[in-house]
C-alpha cells in the first residue's frame, strides 16, 4: 500500500511561464464549462470550504485574461463576480457561531458551509480566504470589471477585513498559516483603499503580526516558529505558512517576514530528509500540502540557499485544489496567483553547512528532534521512525524497559566531514532508573549511501540492547510505499520485533494501518480536530529493530553498532583507553573522545577512511 498524500517532491514540477499558461488553460476551459446560469463557478460536488471557491476561480480567470486576453472570460468574471457578491457574501451572525466579539454587527464575511449553522466554526479561515481571493481579483481585474462592481469589491475588502480583526476573535484557531493568511490580506488591501485609511489598514496588519503571531512563536529544535493549531510545525501547515510569509514579504518589504522566513526554511530544511519525506504535526502526521506550498519553498529555499523543494507534497493537487473526480476547484487560488507572478525559480542544490539538528550526505539523512535523538532516519530511500517501548519513544540502550535517550543536562554535538564521510557526534548525560548519570555518545557516520550509529555507554548490568527504529516507509518512484522492513545489520545480534498486544496503542508496521492513522485513533479528540502528535505519544509498543551489543567490546562500556542502507554483514572493532573509543569499521575508522571532551568539555572527534 502507499501513503495516501506523500508524493512527488515539488521542485519536479515543471514552473517555467509556458508551464503556467497551460495550467489556467485547463481552468479557462474546465470553467467555461461549468459555469451555471447563475454565475457560479464552484464544484458540483463542493460541500464544505466552499464559501471563497467560486471567487478564487473568479480570480484565475482573471490572470488568465491578463495573460492571454481571451475574449471569452471578460463575461465569465463578470457573472462570476456578480455571483459571489450576490449569493456568497453574508451578514447575519451564522447560528452557532462561537467567536463573535459583537453580535448583530452587520459586517460582511464568508461560510465554510453556505448553509445557515452547518459547521460554523470554519468561517473565520473562510472569510480570510475570500478576502485573498478579492485582493488578487483587485490586482488582476483592470479593464474586467466596471467601476460599481470594483466599488463593491473594495468595500467587501473593508468589511471582511473589520470581521476579521473587529467584530471576531482574531485567529480563534491558533493557527499560524490561517492568522498570517489575514495580515497578507490586510497588506494588499491596503493598497486598494485612500491613502490614509490604507495607511491604517497595514499598520494594524503589522501590529496584529508582531502582537498575536511573532510575540506567541513556539520553539522547536532551535527555531522560533509560527504556533499551528498550538504547536510549533505541522508537516501540512507549515510549509502553507511559509508561502504566506513569502507573499508578506513581497508586498510589504518588510524585513521582518524575510527573517522570519528564513528561519522557518532553515527549520524545514534541517527536519526533512534529502527524499523529501516528512511526518508530524499538530494537525496532520502524514498529510501533505502540495501548490499551496510552492511559493514558500521556492522563495525562502533560493534565499537561504536550499533545495527545500525536495519536500513531497500531493502532487494530485501539485497545481491548483482538485476534488476526487480530477475537477478544479478554487480553494487556495491565490496561491496559485501568486506563485505564477513570483519571478524565483527552484534552488536545487543542498545547503552545505553543518547544521546541529540534520546530518545530510548524498541519499542519506538523519532529522533530530530537540534532544538530539533521530526522529527520522533516511538510507537506500527507506524512511526509519523512533521506536516505541514501554510507552517510551526514540532511539537509544534500553535495560529493563527503560529506553536511556532523555537528557539529563546539556547535549553536547560535534559535526566532522573528512575523506568523503560526514560524522556527527552526539553526547548526552542521561539518568536510568537506578538514578546513575551515565554518558550516551551516539556517532552517525555517513558515505553518502550507507549510515552507521556506533553508540556507546559506561557498562550497564544485566542484558542491554539498542532501540534502533522502525522501518516504515520506502520510496517507489513518485510515491511512497508503507514497508515493515528494511536493509539494516548490526554488529551484534539482530532482531525485528512486532507488539505483542493488540489495540490502537499498539502499532504493528505488518498492519494496513498508517501512522497517521494510528496517532489520530490516539488523540484525545476527533480525527481532523485533534492533535495526533500528542495521540501518537501515547503509544505503548511498536515494531522495532534491536540489536545486541559489539562482541568482544571494552570491559567498561556497552557498544552498539548498526548499519543502515545495507544488509551486508557488519564487522565493527572496538576499542577503548585513555584516548577515547576507536571504531574500525570497513569503510572508515574513528575515535571518539573521552566523555570529558576538550578544554571546554566539548566532544572529540577524528574520523578517517
Known amino acids: 500500500m502507499y501513503l495516501p498524500h506523500q508524493?512527488?517532491?515539488?521542485?519536479?514540477?515543471?514552473?517555467?511561464?509556458?508551464?503556467?499558461?497551460a495550467v489556467l488553460a485547463d481552468v479557462t476551459e474546465q470553467a467555461l464549462a461549468r459555469i451555471t446560469p447563475a454565475g457560479s463557478l464552484e464544484h458540483p460536488d463542493a460541500l464544505d470550504d466552499v464559501g471563497d471557491t467560486s471567487l478564487g476561480v473568479t480570480s484565475l480567470l482573471a490572470l488568465?485574461?491578463?495573460?492571454?486576453?481571451?475574449?471569452?472570460?471578460?463575461?465569465?468574471?463578470?457573472?462570476?463576480?456578480?455571483?459571489?457578491?450576490?449569493?456568497?457574501?453574508?451578514?447575519?451572525?451564522?447560528?452557532?457561531?462561537?467567536?463573535?466579539?459583537?453580535?448583530?454587527?452587520?459586517?460582511?464575511?464568508?461560510?465554510?458551509v453556505p448553509a445557515a449553522g452547518e459547521h460554523p466554526i470554519g468561517d473565520w479561515p473562510s472569510t480570510v480566504w475570500a478576502l485573498l481571493q478579492l485582493v488578487n481579483l483587485l490586482d488582476t481585474a483592470e479593464g474586467l470589471v466596471d467601476d460599481e462592481q470594483r466599488a463593491e469589491l473594495v468595500a467587501l475588502g473593508r468589511g471582511y477585513w473589520n470581521w476579521l480583526t473587529e467584530t471576531t476573535f482574531f485567529n480563534p484557531q491558533e493557527a499560524g498559516n490561517q492568522a498570517i493568511g489575514c495580515v497578507v490580506g490586510g497588506l494588499m488591501l491596503a493598497g486598494h483603499l485612500p491613502p490614509a485609511e490604507g495607511e491604517s489598514v497595514r499598520a494594524r496588519a503589522m501590529d496584529l503580526y508582531t502582537r498575536k503571531i511573532r510575540a506567541h512563536r513556539i520553539g522547536d529544535r532551535g527555531a522560533l516558529l509560527p504556533p499551528e493549531h498550538g504547536g510549533a510545525y505541522d508537516n501540512n501547515y507549515g510549509p502553507i505558512s511559509l508561502s504566506f510569509l513569502a507573499q508578506a514579504h513581497r508586498v510589504s518589504g518588510a524585513d521582518v517576514f524575510a527573517e522570519d522566513g528564513d528561519a522557518l526554511a532553515r527549520y524545514l530544511d534541517a527536519r526533512l530528509t534529502v527524499g523529501g519525506f516528512d511526518n508530524g504535526g499538530p494537525r496532520y502526521s502524514e498529510q501533505h500540502s502540495g501548490f499551496e506550498?510552492?511559493?514558500?519553498?521556492?522563495?525562502?529555499?533560493?534565499?537561504?540557499?536550499?533545495?527545500?523543494?525536495?519536500?513531497?507534497?500531493?502532487?494530485?493537487?501539485?497545481?491548483?485544489?482538485?476534488?476526487?473526480?480530477?475537477?478544479?476547484?478554487?480553494?487556495?487560488?491565490?496561491?496559485?496567483?501568486?506563485?505564477?507572478?513570483?519571478?524565483?525559480?527552484?534552488?536545487?542544490?543542498?545547503?552545505?553547512?553543518?547544521?546541529?539538528?540534520?546530518?545530510?550526505?548524498?541519499?542519506?539523512?538523519?532529522?533530530?528532534?530537540?534532544?538530539?535523538?533521530?526522529?527520522?532516519?533516511?538510507?537506500?530511500?527507506?524512511?526509519?521512525?523512533?521506536?516505541?517501548?514501554?510507552?517510551?519513544?526514540?532511539?537509544?540502550?534500553?535495560?529493563?524497559?527503560?529506553?536511556?535517550?532523555?537528557?539529563?543536562?546539556?547535549?553536547?554535538?560535534?559535526?566532522?566531514?573528512?575523506?568523503?564521510?560526514?560524522?556527527?557526534?552526539?553526547?548526552?548525560?542521561?539518568?536510568?532508573?537506578?538514578?546513575?548519570?551515565?554518558?550516551?555518545?551516539?556517532?552517525?557516520?555517513?558515505d553518502g549511501t550507507l549510515l552507521w550509529t556506533t553508540v556507546a555507554v559506561q557498562r550497564l548490568p544485566g542484558s542491554p540492547y539498542l532501540l534502533a527504529g522502525m522501518a516504515y516507509a520506502a520510496d517507489d518512484g513518485d510515491r511512497v510505499r508503507r514497508v515493515a522492513e528494511g536493509a539494516v545489520a548490526a554488529a551484534g545480534a539482530l532482531r525485528v520485533t512486532h507488539p505483542g498486544a493488540e489495540g490502537a496503542d499498539h502499532f504493528d508496521t505488518r498492519g494496513e494501518q498508517t501512522q497517521e492513522q494510528a496517532a489520530f485513533a490516539l488523540a484525545a479528540d476527533p480525527r481532523g480536530y485533534g492533535n495526533p502528535d500528542e495521540g501518537w505519544r501515547h503509544l505503548v509498543s511498536s515494531t522495532a529493530i534491536e540489536a545486541e551489543p559489539v562482541p568482544g567490546g571494552p570491559d567498561d562500556l556497552h557498544v552498539f553498532a548498526v548499519r543502515y542502507?545495507?544488509?551486508?554483514?557488519?564487522?565493527?572493532?572496538?576499542?577503548?583507553?585513555?584516548?577515547?573509543?576507536?571504531?574500525?569499521?570497513?569503510?572508515?575508522t574513528a575515535v571518539i573522545g573521552p566523555v570529558a571532551g576538550d578544554d571546554r568539555g566539548e566532544p572529540e572527534l577524528t574520523l578517517r577512511r
Do not use: C
Request: hydrophobic fraction near 35%; glycine fraction near 10%.
Open 565 to 588: 542502507g545495507s544488509a551486508d554483514p557488519l564487522t565493527v572493532a572496538v576499542t577503548s583507553d585513555a584516548d577515547g573509543i576507536t571504531v574500525r569499521t570497513d569503510a572508515f
Open 64 to 112: 488568465a485574461w491578463q495573460r492571454s486576453a481571451d475574449p471569452r472570460l471578460p463575461d465569465a468574471v463578470r457573472r462570476s463576480l456578480a455571483f459571489h457578491l450576490r449569493e456568497r457574501v453574508y451578514r447575519d451572525d451564522n447560528p452557532g457561531y462561537p467567536n463573535l466579539r459583537v453580535r448583530d454587527s452587520g459586517a460582511p464575511y464568508a461560510r465554510y
Open 7 to 21: 508524493r512527488g517532491p515539488l521542485h519536479d514540477l515543471p514552473d517555467t511561464p509556458e508551464a503556467y499558461d
Open 293 to 446: 506550498s510552492v511559493l514558500g519553498l521556492r522563495y525562502f529555499g533560493a534565499r537561504v540557499g536550499a533545495d527545500l523543494g525536495r519536500y513531497r507534497g500531493d502532487t494530485r493537487w501539485g497545481r491548483h485544489a482538485v476534488k476526487p473526480d480530477g475537477g478544479v476547484d478554487g480553494h487556495f487560488a491565490w496561491m496559485l496567483v501568486w506563485q505564477i507572478q513570483d519571478p524565483t525559480r527552484w534552488h536545487r542544490t543542498p545547503a552545505t553547512a553543518p547544521t546541529r539538528h540534520q546530518l545530510r550526505s548524498g541519499t542519506v539523512s538523519v532529522a533530530f528532534d530537540d534532544r538530539m535523538t533521530p526522529a527520522l532516519v533516511e538510507a537506500a530511500g527507506t524512511y526509519y521512525l523512533p521506536a516505541a517501548t514501554n510507552r517510551q519513544h526514540g532511539f537509544g540502550p534500553v535495560l529493563d524497559g527503560f529506553l536511556l535517550s532523555r537528557p539529563m543536562g546539556e547535549v553536547r554535538v560535534r559535526d566532522l566531514r573528512a575523506d568523503g564521510l560526514t560524522g556527527k557526534l552526539v553526547t548526552k548525560p542521561v539518568v536510568g532508573r537506578d538514578q546513575v548519570l551515565r554518558h550516551v555518545r551516539s556517532l552517525y557516520v555517513t
